[in-house]
């Protein structure tokens, strides 16, 4: 059984309702360490913004954590944003660690291979960003 993902064509007059705003925030969080906060949906239209500020955030901290879990949608212009600032990432000797969004995003990754290439961290919906960081502390401790 085949599934297909659907955008909404954000032409049409009713889209505006149907997609929710994309939004990208970026916040210093101290001890080298930035976060990246993205909401709504990620695609070639707005996979340039995250691009920027993924750049904004390495530049200011050696570890950035980008919070995927409020994403709705995210297509490959999205996959290849967060795969290059990955291996810029690594090419620097910084790291880019994502917080797994809702399954369809996840997907996405695991579709492509991305998700192979990532270190991704699973939080609870309600929980504090900061815990990737707990998560990622724990796993390197126990490798």
């Known amino acids: 059984m085949s599934q297909s993902l659907v955008h909404p064509d954000r032409t049409a007059p009713h889209a505006a309702a149907l997609a929710p705003e994309f939004r990208c925030t970026l916040r ?14 990620l695609d070639l239209v707005t ?23 409020e994403l709705t949608f995210m297509d490959i212009s999205g996959v290849h944003a967060i795969v290059d600032a990955g291996a810029r990432a690594t090419a620097a000797g910084r790291q880019l660690v994502l917080v797994r969004g809702p399954a369809r995003v996840d997907r996405v990754l695991a ?10 961290v699973d939080l609870d919906p309600a929980a504090p960003p900061v815990q990737a960081l707990v998560q990622l502390a724990r796993r390197q401790h126990a490798a």
């Open 111 to 120: 579709l492509t291979g991305a998700r192979d290439r990532l270190d991704i």
């Open 47 to 69: 996979a340039p913004e995250l691009s920027q500020t993924l750049g904004h955030a390495e530049a200011r901290a050696r570890r950035v954590v980008l919070d995927l879990r």
């Open 28 to 41: 210093d969080g101290g001890l080298d360490v930035a976060w990246v906060r993205v909401t709504g949906e």
